[in-house]
C-alpha cells in the first residue's frame, strides 16, 4: 500500500480505514502498557501519533526506536481519544528504514536555539521551526507566480554570470576560470581579464533588472523570481551574500503605478498564505513573535502610508529621537530611521519615494526638480526595507548623463542605452527580497533562519 502524507492522514481520511504512514520519529515515549511513537513527515506542523500496546509484537521493536529515526508504519487509523488530535495510527506493521542514535543525534527534545541549529544546517529541517519556514517559502513562491500569472506577467529567466553592476554599488562577486594561484599579467603587470573565460572582468548578478528591462520593452509586463549576490559586508540580521528576489517590470508604467502593485502584490502575498499555510503562520504567532496574525491581517485590511523622502526627512527630524546616523536632507536613510518610520511613525508599511539622486542608482528617472529620482522603497515594521523599485530613466541623454556621473563606463551598457534609442517607453519595476518577506511575515529575527542555506561572511557550509 502507498503511504499517505500525515497532513492527508490527520485532516482528511476518514477513521477505521488501513493506512500507510512513513516519517521521522521526533519522539518515543512509553506509559503503562503502551508505547507512542510521535511521527512527523514535514507535511505539516502537526504530527501523526502512533501506538504500539505493550501486547504488540512490534513493542520491542518500537521502543528500541530513538528520536530522529526514519520508519514506515501500517495499520489502522483510528479515531482518538486523546484531546488536539482527530485521528491516531494502530500500528500493525513498522519498516525501519534507518535508527538513530540517541547519544549523537543531535535534536533531541528540548529547544536548540536558533545559533545551534545554524551549526546543523542539514537536520535542521527537522524542526518545527524550519519545517514550518519551508513551507512558508514554498506557499510564499506560489503566491507571487500566482498574482503575476494572473495578471498577464511573463516569468522570465535573467542571467546569474553578468559583466555589468546593476545597483553601480561595487558589491560585486567576481567569477573567473583561472587558478588564482597563476593570474595572468600584462606587460604592465596588470591583471589580463582578456584571458579569463570570458575575456573580460565577469561577476555574480546582483540583480536581474537590466535585462527584465529588456524583456518588458518587448513583452510588456515580466517578472524574475531568482537567487541573487551582493559581495556586502555587512554581518547583520537582514543581510544574506546569496538571497532570492523577485523583480516585476512593466513597460507604459509610472512610479504610482509602480507602488501601486508593490502594495496590492504583498497584500495578496498574505492573502494567500492566510488561507493556505494558516497552521503555520500561528507556529509563529504562538512561539516566536505574538504580533505574527494581527501584522498579516492589518496588511490586507489597511492601505498602505506613502510619504515622499523629504517628509519622511521632516518626520524623522522632529520625531525627538537619538538616532545613531545623522538625519539630513541628502542622506540616505538607515535601517533605524526606516524602523521608525514603518513601526512608530505609522504602524504599518510606508512607501517612501523620490529619493535624492545622489543616494540612488543611476537607472532611476530624474523627476523634474532635477534633485530627485522617481525611486520608491517600501518599509515595513521590524524589517525595515522590503522592497526597492522606481520608474527608469528612458531618455537616452540622461541616462548617458547619468552614467556618467556616476563613474560608470557607458560602452559596458551599451545594450542598455539601445533600449532608449529604439522605441523607449515609460516604464517602472521594483525587487522584493524573498527572505526579507519571510522575516516580515513570521517575525523571525534573523534573515540566516528563513533560507535553507546562508551564505554570509565566513559562512558558506552546506
Ligand atoms: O533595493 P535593491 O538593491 O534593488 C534592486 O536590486 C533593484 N534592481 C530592484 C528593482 O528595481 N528591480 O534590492 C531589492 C530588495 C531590497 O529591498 C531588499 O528587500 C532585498 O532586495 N535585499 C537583500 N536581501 C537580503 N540580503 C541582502 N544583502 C539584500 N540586499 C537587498
Ligand atoms: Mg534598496
Sequence with gaps: ??????????????????????????????LKDLCFLELNDGSCLANLQVLVPRSSPLYDLASGLHTGAAIGVSGQLVASPAQGQRVELQAETITVYGNADPDSYPLQKKRHSFEFLRTIAHLRPRTNTFGAI?????????????????????????????ASDCEGAGELFTVTGWNLQNIPRNEQGEVDFRQDFFGRPAYLTVSGQLEAEIMATALSKVYTFGPTFRAENSNTSRHLAEFWMIEPEMAFCDLQGDMDLAEAFLQDIFRYVLEKGSSDLEFFQKRIDNTVLETAHNIIQQPFERMSYTEAITQLQKSGKSFTYPVAWGLDLQSEHERYLAEELCGKPVIVYDYPTQIKAFYMRLNAD???????????????????????????????????????????????????????????????????????????GNIRDVIPFPRTPDGIDF
Excluded at 8 to 23: E, I, K, N, R, S
Excluded at 403 to 416: F, K, M, T
Aim: hydrophobic share 45%; glycine share 8%.
Design 370 to 444: 532635477e534633485k530627485t529620482v522617481a525611486a520608491m522603497d517600501v518599509l515595513v515594521p521590524r524589517v525595515g526595507e522590503l522592497i526597492g523599485g522606481s520608474q527608469r530613466e528612458e531618455r537616452y541623454d540622461v541616462l548617458l548623463q547619468r552614467l556618467e556621473n556616476q563613474g560608470l563606463d557607458p560602452a559596458v551598457y551599451w545594450w542598455y542605452l539601445d533600449l532608449r534609442r529604439f522605441g523607449t517607453v515609460p516604464h517602472a519595476g521594483f525587487g522584493l527580497g524573498f527572505e526579507r518577506l519571510l522575516q516580515f511575515m513570521t517575525g523571525m
Design 134 to 162: 519551508m513551507r512558508l517559502r514554498n506557499h510564499c513562491a506560489m503566491a507571487i507566480h500566482r498574482f503575476f500569472q494572473e495578471r498577464g506577467f511573463v516569468w522570465i529567466h535573467t542571467p546569474i554570470l553578468t
Design 1 to 30: 500500500m502507498q503511504a499517505t502524507p500525515i497532513q492527508t492522514l490527520l485532516t482528511t481520511v476518514a477513521p477505521d480505514t488501513p493506512v500507510v504512514a512513513q516519517g521521522w520519529i521526533r519522539t518515543r515515549r512509553e
